[in-house]
């Protein structure tokens, strides 16, 4: 019996995902697959990972939904292109749906997927689904990569039709006429948490569906008063593993409110600029913030990850990171800038510490919003900016509400006394950097602003 293999990546949903529409309209029965990546879990810091068990629970639900229509569900652990070559042994598969992934990692083992599959003469096809924008969609007028969001997102706007925002009709043909069931005794089990080596974490869950419309109304005014529960949509978890489409986040952000629609936008923005400049997921964007001469005090970075810096914001936003594997926006870039602009630590130091902690880790936006941050980006704050905490404080949580969820201690005794003056540091940190500035400059002038 000749089937497809539709392949869920970041996409762990039935409805409205565009390569599994393609494949059940192909006229093939389809099989749908997922595969745990060894290449990624073997890199993974901790046995009990939060992500892993979430993907783990997504699967098993893809697994029973799959099932319950009258098809089978494949789940294989090991390397991509190992378990394919497998499963095209195993069964009579003729082609390999599946959507684009734009992390570096990702195109390149599509590359090397796509050229073991034709060789075995398996169609290999991949469709735009993450985002509505992706690679060069959206250019600058002269064809050149847009670096200045605001010009990108008025693009973005003029060209967002409704029409794009339609969902793919996936969920309706997600049945036993499209599907192939295999015969129960071939396929192997598949994979347990624990025969892969892990244990279950489970942390924070985010929202099943798409944010109340409450919610999405009030998003322009609640979004940076991290107290609020519900301030913000907690949309990225459900967008990073795709059990959300980003046509219904938008669909429901364009009807309601713009801002949270731009706030969306960033997304598609960040994965078009690490498309483009996949160097920028290790380097600066700018050569000239390449010798930044960092400190990296061990003693204050672990502070820093503890929530022991003195800074109350800072100490809270990263509890709650440690606590629950999320944190609110405006908290993540109080963080980040007194790590990179006070501590005067190297970015990637953070943004790897996030990657490690963030249930909604993402590289592009991780790496994009480090980047902004510590103004080495393709699209930065400038270089010379640097937050006080303690304004921004005064600015998001004056009555100490979030603070003392997480700081309980904040005010007494235990409390430790600020780990560096803010002052200092940011003097510190603007003198060395316009010093290094000036030393890539070559000519002795100051570069930039
Ligand atoms: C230093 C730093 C690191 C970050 N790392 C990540 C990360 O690893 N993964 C991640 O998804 N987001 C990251 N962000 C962006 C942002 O903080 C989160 O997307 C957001 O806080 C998630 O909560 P929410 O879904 O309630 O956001 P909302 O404010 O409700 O926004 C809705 C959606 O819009 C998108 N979005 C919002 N703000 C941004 C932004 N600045 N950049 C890109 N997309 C955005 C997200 O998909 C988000 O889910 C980071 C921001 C900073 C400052």
């Not at 969902?167 to 598949?190: C, I, K, M, N, V």
């Not at 948490?193 to 942390?203: H, I, N, T, V």
């Not at 609020?228 to 978890?237: A, F, Y």
Request: one cysteine or more.
């Amino acid at each position: 019996m000749k089937i497809c293999l539709f392949w869920h990546r970041r996409d762990l949903r039935i409805h409205d995902n565009v390569g599994l529409a393609e494949a059940l309209a192909s006229g093939l029965p389809v099989v749908p697959l997922f595969i745990y990546d060894r290449d990624i879990l073997d890199h993974l810091p901790n046995k009990a990972d939060a992500r892993l068990t979430y993907i783990f629970d997504q699967v098993e639900r893809l697994a029973r939904e799959t099932e319950a229509a009258g098809g089978t569900f494949l789940a294989r652990y090991g390397r991509p292109v190992d378990v394919l070559e497998q499963l095209v042994q195993e069964f009579d598969v003729v082609a390999v749906h599946t959507n684009e992934d734009y992390e570096p990692y990702a195109t390149k083992r599509d590359a090397k997927v796509g050229d073991l599959l034709r060789r075995r003469g398996v169609d290999f096809l991949l469709y735009k689904d993450q985002v509505i924008f992706a690679k060069d969609d959206i250019m600058t007028k002269s064809g050149t990569v847009p670096k200045v969001f605001g010009a990108y997102h008025k693009t973005f706007l003029a060209r967002l039709t409704d029409e794009l925002l339609l969902p793919y009709g996936s969920a309706e043909a997600f049945t036993q006429a499209h599907l192939q069931r295999l015969d129960p005794d071939q396929p192997s089990p598949r994979p347990t948490l624990a025969g892969m080596g892990f244990e279950r974490k489970e942390q924070y869950v985010p929202t099943t569906d798409l944010p109340a419309e409450e919610v999405v109304r009030h998003y322009h005014q609640t979004r940076n008063t991290p107290a609020l529960q519900n301030g913000t949509t907690r949309l990225s978890v459900q967008l990073r593993f795709g059990t959300v489409s980003v046509r219904q986040a938008m669909r429901q952000a364009k009807a309601l409110n713009p801002k949270l629609l731009a706030e969306i936008s960033w997304r598609d923005f960040f994965m078009m600029l690490l498309w483009h400049y996949p160097n920028t997921a290790t380097e600066a964007y700018d050569p000239k913030m390449r010798a930044v001469p960092y400190r990296n005090n061990e003693d204050e970075f672990r502070a820093w990850c503890a929530g022991r810096t003195g800074y109350p914001l800072v100490d809270a936003g990263m509890r709650e990171l440690n606590a629950t594997g999320y944190l609110p926006n405006r908290v993540r870039m109080t963080v980040a800038g007194f790590l990179v602009k006070q501590l005067f630590i190297d970015w990637r130091w953070g943004e790897k510490y996030f990657a490690d902690k963030l249930l909604d880790y993402e590289l592009a936006n991780n790496v994009g919003n480090w980047q902004w941050m510590a103004g080495t980006g393709a699209v930065s704050a400038p270089w010379f900016r640097v937050y006080s905490p303690d304004s921004q404080l005064e600015q998001v949580d004056p009555e100490l509400k979030y603070v003392k969820r997480w700081v309980p201690e904040v005010g007494t005794a235990t409390y430790p006394a600020p780990i560096v003056d803010h002052r200092f540091g940011r003097d510190r940190a603007v003198e060395a950097i316009r010093a290094a500035r000036i030393a890539a400059s070559g000519d002795g002038k100051i570069v930039g602003a």
